[in-house]
DNA sequence: ATGAAAGCGCTAACAT
DNA sequence: ATGTTAGCGCTTTCAT
């Protein structure tokens, strides 16, 4: 009778790649001799069927090898189960950790996840909610989106949506940020430790992010009564970014002695021109990073840095959003902050005499 | 007429998160007048409707913000347009470079991306792969897949695969792995600076890339009739994992002046543990990575060690994979193989008299 | 506790 | 060059 014993689905196996169809409601069904509704309440735990049923239903779809077919399933209830995510580049550490957490939260509500990269660029970003919203995606989770607050609030039209440190007045746009805190814990520390003469090397042109960031920097020096720091803009978000930008900084002001950056990673880079100029870290000039990402602690000498629990960002924002869709009213919570605080470690030390 | 001027599709945006159902085909038709069927020839891009016609659709799509339905459009055809990628870690920069060649691949072959991480896992790699078959997806890319070559075949009788790194018997199961030589590189290197005293610091347990890389620097090291390398393996895969490794190396044999390492983050866990002895490398050590993943040149010092074409290995597997999923007879092509070269840096040297 | 029929949005097969 | 009909696999009424 079942010949095939395992959860192999029948069907030729012989060289070439010719499949065949996976089995059907219908057929379990048919073999378990109960109707397709029946199966289909088992499938979806519907408590009002018999317990005997139940087993030999669930007995003739592991026979069959059946597996619920998501799509027809998507067509008739509208919902996916599926969320979709766009970051601007999974190799950037700090987004590899958002699409774990997210995972993270996806997995436990039963969850897929549609990943599409948009490289900053608006139009390849368009292009892809175009295509997340055509597999009707039931959420959609945005990490430095390049889209305009306006054509956001239009994608809210069609879907529920998440932005990840960005605030949007449009109330149905979720958001999960950092705590406002958290841009001035470098500068804080910094000048904590004696520094007078400061730097900051910039993110992302028109981010708003970056300018938030980089506005908290001058605040603090403000609040303490110093000048302003001088500010590298415009470099690439890199290793080589955070070269050239330290570079810049010290050509223009060679008694700089503390640094602070946008990410680790120009953080990483700013070490490594100044230690070929000869300098030492952090004897003299002291830098500090943000992000904390798990390479920072084993760099050369490890990073001071300000800590960003990157997976719980990921993590409440889908969930967030999960919630957010699930609710059939008005949602539960539309906004979510997680905690940062400053990671001490060897690239800062008091200003030398 | 057009009362939504815009992409945006009519419906309320009253406050709370209430969403209009997206328009459909029907729709579309009527308000282009014309049948459904040509609208779908439209969506499809048959050459076989007048120029006028396909305007007025489109035109009529554009203005009720049409989107074709992928759900359904699945349902019919059985090709979702969909391939799972499988993965043990986002978080992992090998596999972060991986997903952005199959993500590239992807998007010139319009193909849409679901990503699952197994952690290694083969309990959570079996439910993703239900999952992922669930979806309908058109193809699989599994890369350190913890199945078994029977329970891979099993997987290969219902939706079509390509493996990274492993060879797999069953002709239907694609592969693209790197070039056989590669994994002779790092030692042959050391050997040519005259080390003879060598160590080698394994990758994953259990894994038959890890066991072949671990051959290859064996093999080497018999073919110059040195003596075996020390090995430490079953440390934890990661730049702590390779810290405590090469301690051990170096508690066992203080005398070992070059190793080999399964890879760049054991390799900079590796390099941290002897500078952390006091001693200098590659003056008194020299070590050797395997990846070249984008943090290796920027290490301190730069690591020597052997570049796999990340982007190139992913671009590859996809591109076979959904070559051969198109291809209604055999497929095509069933291997790729990508070149890799040794990346000399500073982290190697000749060994010290 | 279970079943029959209708239909989700789309495309395939055949018209015309 | 365009339209009609049927049906993909599932869930949703509404029965029983």
């Given amino acids: 009778m079942a010949r095939n014993a395992g959860q192999t689905p029948a069907g030729s196996r012989s060289g070439s790649a010719n499949r065949s169809k996976p089995p059907t409601m219908r057929q379990v069904a048919a073999k378990a001799g109960v109707s397709v509704k029946t199966v289909s309440r088992v499938m979806n735990r519907d408590p009002a069927v018999k317990e005997s049923t139940r087993e030999s239903v669930l007995e003739a779809a592991r026979a069959l090898g059946y597996r619920p077919n998501a799509p027809a399933r998507a067509l ?53 909610v175009d295509l997340l919203l055509g597999h009707m995606v039931d959420g ?14 239009r994608v809210a039209d069609s879907v529920g949506m998440v932005l990840i440190n960005r605030f949007h007045p449009d109330p149905r746009v979720l958001t999960t940020s950092i705590d406002a805190e958290a841009v001035n814990l470098a500068a804080e520390h910094l000048i904590a430790l004696g520094h007078r003469s400061i730097g900051y090397i910039g993110g992302p042109m028109r981010s708003r992010a970056a300018w938030l960031r980089e506005e908290g920097c001058r605040k ?3 609040k303490h009564k110093m000048r302003e720091p001088l500010v590298a803009t415009g470099f690439p978000v890199s290793i080589e970014g955070g070269y050239s930008a330290m570079n810049w900084l010290l050509d223009v002001d060679s008694g700089i002695t503390g640094v602070v950056c946008w990410n680790d990673m120009l953080a990483i880079g700013a070490m490594r021109a100044v230690q070929a100029r000869g300098l030492r870290i952090p004897d003299d000039v002291s830098i500090v990073g943000f992000d904390d990402i798990h390479f920072s602690a084993h760099a050369n000498p490890p990073l001071t840095t300000v800590s ?23 949602p539960i919570k539309s906004r979510s902050t997680v905690q940062c605080h400053l990671v001490t470690r060897g690239s800062t030390g008091p200003v030398s005499q």
Avoid: W
Avoid at 100 to 115: C, I
Avoid at 140 to 153: A, F
């Fill in 76 to 128: 008739v209830t509208g919902r996916s189960k599926t969320l979709g995510l766009l970051i601007s580049d999974i190799e950037n550490y700090f987004f590899a950790g958002l699409v774990r957490g997210v995972q993270t939260a996806a997995e436990e509500r039963d969850y897929s996840l549609l990943l599409c990269n948009t490289d900053e660029n608006p139009d390849t970003e368009i292009r892809s």
């Fill in 308 to 330: 960003v629990p990157i997976h719980r960002l990921g993590y409440e924002a889908a969930i967030l959003l999960i919630d957010a869709t699930e609710a059939e009213g008005a």
């Fill in 140 to 153: 959609l989770v945005m990490s430095s989106s390049r889209l305009q607050d306006d054509q956001v609030s």
């Fill in 220 to 222: 603090v020096l403000a």
